[in-house]
Every structure is written in structure tokens, then in C-alpha cells.
């Protein structure tokens, strides 16, 4: 019986009570029949699921313990002298957004601070808008001619004028809560740390709107950051930093070039630097900030294709990360990225591809038990980010889990598939 025998059934009538009766037949078959999804030609695409399901329950019970852990044995920092804090803001285009971002760090209580705001070639008034605070001389504002555009350029171009013991890098659209600056501050004075990160939220689509594709990034950075940052940090293996919201040593960051110019995701780039000098990156979960996203289709394909792009270009950039002369963490990081984001990521796709054309008895049954462990998946992978967040508010978004499985994964992996691809073909990708 073909695919479409199969939809036939599927949809004909008492599909439900039908589909039910043969799924389980199939997946539990009766004394001397041959089980279908052991000998199943779709193995590898179910190996591989099984792989994601791992990784999130071991994730969560290891979260979960580190958590307990921690209510008894807080963590010790040393007492914070509040160092002098450059926040560096470079500014694209961000009229709609750039005076709450500086008014978010003039409102924070840290009193060692200043604020640099680069004009990176913006067409539009931000360079007006962020005058009205320089003009109180509450801010630096530093208008970027020369050159072409770029995130690198300007923050390079901001440090020069930066006199403090450490840099922070917030995006143009994003603002930062009360305590981020003073949390940042205290887990840089812990001895080897040399960089670090706090959690991101997203405020809401860019221009303030807000739809179904907004909810599901909020979705995404809520796992992403909660478990992904958390677990990657308790074993020091954290290679990214978010580009909206991150803090260095400056005197660090000054000695790895600060940000390369070679490179679409600089804040990856820089980690990996970083790393190489054998300096630890925080993640510090008590410092927040909230960010915009894109708000259609066009603009959110656009921003992940630049990221998978640039994510590749910057492995094979710091392929020498595998040597033995770094540090075990920084391979073991560089290994995982590969193995996870990319391996895995065409191993999927293939075990799909060769699940479509096999044209088996129970194709269908195969498909559907995948869909269920994705939502398995998914579903520890949520109510794990909400057991650990300080907000919970974002368990109202439980009802995407299926948009996610269905819709939102699948499209990114698409994407990166082909980022991968157009990268692999030495085709460039524009800002």
C-alpha cells in the first residue's frame, strides 16, 4: 500500500478510530508480526529524533539539579566596587527606537557609567534624536562617516572613545532592566571572567507590531536562553554572544581586536576569541534585556539566513578551535556546534528525504510518530524554560507548541539548510 493509499484511509470515513486502530497495531505489533518500526527504512529520521528527546530530558534533570543545588550553595561572587561601565550603542536606522534604549540606561541606578551612541550611517533622525541627550551631555554621540556600514565597524569605531574598565553592546532597539547593569558588573569581578551575557526577551515585533510570528520568537528566545545558555554555561561551553546585550573586558576585548570585520556574526566571532585567550565567559541570567524582532515573514528569513551564513563562515574561520593547544572546553563547544547545528541538522533532512521516497507500507504511522515525539520534545523543552525563568508569564504561549513543531522549526531548518548551502557555493550574504 502506497503514501497515498495511506491518506486515503487517513481521511476516509472513521479516520480518527481507523488511523488510532492501525498506528498502534504498527507500533506495537501482535505476536509473530515483523515490527514496522524497527525495520523501518525511516530509522534514521527516528534515531535522530530520539537524539533531540535525549538532549532536552537530560538537559532539564541536569538544570533541575544544578538549580537545587544552588537554593542550598548560592553562588559566592566577590562584592562589586562599581567599575566604570562603557555602554556602547551603535545605531542603524533606529529612530523608532533609539531615545528608549538610551533613556533605559539613564533610568538604571549603576552609578559608574557612560553612554556611547554611534550613528552608523543612518538615513533617517536618529542622529537628531539621540542630540536632544547629548546636548544635556548625558551621552557621547559619535556620528560613523567613513567606511561602509557595519555592527563591527561601529562598536570598533565607539570603543576608541570608551574609558571604561569594561564595554557593553546593546543593540539600538533594545532596552535593559534596572538591575542588568550592576548583575554584569558583579559576575565580571569573578576571578578568569572575561565576558559575559545576560538573558534576552523579546519586547515585541519591530514598529511595535505584534503578531503569531512575534509570539513564536518570544517562544524561540525563551527556550533558547533558559535552557540553551543556562546549560551551555555550567560546563563553560558558551561560543555565543548575543549581539543585542553582552559585556567584555575591555582591556580584553582590546587585546583579541575587539570585532573582526570578516564576519556577519561578530558576536559569535568574538566569543571564539575570546575563548582562545583563555578567558571564561558568565552567563547571567539576573541581568535582562528586552529586544525588538521582525515582524514578517520577509524580514525574520532575512535575519536567519545571515545568521546561518555567518554561523558557518565563523566555524571554518576558527577550524584551529579543535586543536589541543585551547582549552578541552572550547573544543568540546566547537565540536558540539558542528556535530548539533549542522551534522545533525542534514542527517535530518536526509532521514526525512529518504522516509518521502520510500514509499513503505506505513509511512504514514512513521510520520505521525515523529510529529508526537517533536511534541514531546518541544512541550519538556517549554515547561523546562518556565520552571527556570524569573517571569511566568510566557506559559500563556503553551498553545504554540504545535506551531512551533509543525511550522516554525521545520521552516528554520529549511533556512539554515540553505544558508549552509549558499555558503558551502561561496555565495556572500548582505547585511
Not at 527516528?46 to 538549580?67: N, P, T
Not at 558588573?185 to 571572567?193: D, E, T, W
Not at 528569513?301 to 574561520?317: D, T
Not at 518521502?356 to 506505513?362: A, I, K, R, W
Request: proline fraction near 3%; charge should be positive.
Amino acid at each position: 500500500m502506497d503514501f497515498l493509499s495511506n491518506l486515503g484511509i487517513f481521511i476516509g470515513q472513521n479516520a480518527v478510530i481507523d488511523f488510532i486502530n492501525q498506528f498502534f497495531s504498527w507500533l506495537i505489533p501482535e505476536e509473530g508480526v515483523t515490527p514496522g518500526l524497527i525495520l523501518n527504512i525511516s530509522l534514521l529520521a527516528i534515531l535522530v529524533v530520539f537524539v533531540d528527546l535525549f538532549r532536552s530530558i537530560s538537559k532539564g534533570f541536569l538544570l533541575g539539579l544544578y538549580e537545587l543545588y544552588r537554593r542550598y550553595r548560592p553562588l559566592a561572587l566577590p562584592t562589586s566596587n562599581f567599575p566604570k561601565i562603557s555602554i556602547l550603542i551603535p545605531a542603524h536606522n533606529e529612530s523608532a527606537a533609539i531615545r528608549k534604549t538610551i533613556q533605559s540606561i539613564l533610568d538604571n541606578p549603576y552609578p559608574n557609567k557612560e553612554i556611547i551612541v554611534i550613528d552608523d550611517h543612518s538615513k533617517d533622525n536618529t542622529y537628531e534624536i539621540a542630540s536632544a541627550f547629548s546636548d544635556k551631555g548625558l551621552i557621547k554621540l559619535i556620528k560613523r562617516m567613513e567606511g561602509k556600514g557595519s555592527k563591527s565597524g561601529a562598536v570598533n569605531y565607539g570603543a576608541v572613545f570608551a574609558t571604561g574598565d569594561y564595554m557593553i553592546v546593546i543593540d539600538g532597539d533594545t532596552v535593559i532592566e534596572r538591575t542588568a547593569l550592576s548583575e554584569m558588573a558583579r559576575h565580571l569581578s569573578a576571578p578568569n571572567v572575561i565576558a559575559g551575557l545576560g538573558i534576552v526577551r523579546v519586547l515585541g515585533g519591530d514598529g511595535g507590531v505584534n503578531n503569531l510570528l512575534t509570539k513564536l520568537q518570544e517562544f524561540e528566545y525563551l527556550i533558547a536562553f533558559e535552557i540553551g545558555r543556562r546549560f551551555n554555561s555550567l560546563f563553560n561551553l558558551l561560543i555565543i554572544i548575543p549581539g543585542a546585550f553582552s559585556i567584555f573586558s575591555t582591556k580584553s576585548a582590546k587585546k583579541v581586536g575587539l570585532f573582526d570585520k570578516d564576519t556577519i556574526t561578530e558576536d559569535f566571532d568574538i566569543a571564539i576569541k575570546l575563548h582562545k585567550v583563555k578567558g571564561d565567559i558568565a552567563f547571567i541570567p539576573e541581568a535582562r534585556a528586552w529586544t525588538y524582532c521582525p515582524n514578517n515573514l520577509k524580514a525574520w528569513m532575512r535575519q536567519r539566513i545571515r545568521w546561518s551564513h555567518g554561523q558557518l563562515a565563523v566555524l571554518a574561520k576558527h577550524r584551529d578551535a579543535s586543536r589541543q593547544a585551547y582549552q578541552h572546553h572550547l573544543r568540546l563547544s566547537f565540536y558540539d556546534m558542528v556535530a548539533i547545528d549542522v551534522v545533525l541538522l542534514f542527517l535530518r533532512l536526509s532521514g526525512f528525504v529518504i522516509l518521502l521516497f520510500s514509499n513503505t507500507q506505513h509511512i504514514i504511522f512513521t510520520m505521525a510518530f515523529i510529529l508526537f515525539l517533536y511534541h514531546i520534545n518541544e512541550t519538556i523543552s517549554f515547561f523546562t524554560s518556565i520552571a527556570l525563568a524569573k517571569d511566568k508569564n510566557k506559559l500563556k504561549y503553551f498553545y504554540l507548541i504545535p506551531v512551533m513543531v509543525l511550522f516554525y522549526r521545520p521552516l528554520y531548518s529549511a533556512i539554515r539548510i540553505y544558508a549552509y548551502i549558499k555558503w558551502i557555493f561561496g555565495s556572500e550574504i548582505k547585511w
